[in-house]
């Protein structure tokens, strides 16, 4: 952990950028010590054809949803996912397989015996998706629509987050979301997600910005945190299994007007 690291700022110039997606002969898959995210703007109709990118699985899901948007939405985020993966593997968006471990994460299949395909983690909430996509390294993310929820401070010590104390003027959900966010990201990362035990995994968050997770009263080694500005009423965190500081790119996959905030990764 950094301790020293800043408290992420509200929104202004300097801060990191959101990139719009890039023309395929301007971008290169991400390096070493490099994770890309892409920041995904739903809400809408998806473009026409992505449907047909799905599985037949996926369509039955999709078919699942009674209301017309959120039909539509996961279709958009399902058929981003693959449009965005295939720039990974080579292979066209409508053939990438994938499997899951036992607690249920999904993981790219391997194109071919031997391939080591790149992991990938992806979250979604009303509005906005972040895909986090890594050559080797284990990734989690995870973004949240900031929103009223009852008794935060309370519900916080059931998840396991210790929240700072609010000052005048301060909304307890900020400081809940934030916190949130470094867990899930953490727990999807770490590949048990929420089917472990919510105590599994403490999350104390500081004033200043910096975070610690804990597992069994003790830091989780070899993980970092970042948290994202990903405009709006949103609070997001990349969880990276790597030791020292990961490169992050970030691109926009529907590009929008944006605040952003400069972000700050803290070592778990």
């Not at 993310?141 to 519900?155: F, G, Q, S, T, Y």
């Not at 089917?195 to 104390?204: I, K, S, T």
Request: hydrophobic residues 40%; charged residues 25%.
């Amino acid at each position: 952990m950094n301790p020293g690291a800043p408290a992420a700022r509200s929104a202004g110039a300097g801060a990191p950028a959101w990139h719009a997606w890039p023309a395929r002969a301007a971008w290169s898959p991400p390096r070493r010590g490099e994770v890309d995210v892409w920041r995904i703007a739903t809400g809408g109709p998806p473009p026409g054809g992505f449907a047909g990118l799905l599985s037949a699985a996926e369509r039955r899901r999709a078919a699942e949803f009674a209301a017309p948007a959120l039909r539509d939405e996961y279709v958009l985020v399902h058929g981003a996912l693959r449009t965005l993966l295939s720039r990974y593997t080579g292979q066209h968006p409508a053939t990438l397989g994938f499997t899951a471990n036992r607690y249920g994460k999904p993981l790219l299949a391997a194109a071919r015996p031997g391939a080591c395909p790149p992991r990938f983690n992806l979250s979604a909430t009303p509005g906005c998706a972040l895909l986090a996509v890594c050559p080797r390294a284990r990734v989690g993310v995870d973004v949240e629509l900031i929103r009223e929820v009852a008794h935060p401070a309370a519900l916080g010590a059931r998840c396991a987050l210790d929240l700072p104390a609010l000052e005048p003027g301060e909304r307890a959900e900020d400081w809940f979301f934030r916190a949130w966010t470094a867990k899930e990201s953490c727990t999807k990362g770490l590949g048990t997600g929420l089917r472990a035990p919510l105590d599994e995994v403490r999350v104390r968050l500081a004033r200043d910005g910096s975070v610690r997770a804990e597992r069994a009263g003790r830091r989780l080694p070899g993980w970092s945190l970042y948290p994202l500005a990903v405009g709006g009423r949103y609070a997001a965190t990349l969880a990276v299994g790597t030791a020292g500081t990961a490169r992050i790119r970030r691109w926009d996959w529907a590009s929008r007007p944006i605040d952003e905030e400069r972000n700050h990764g803290s070592e778990l």
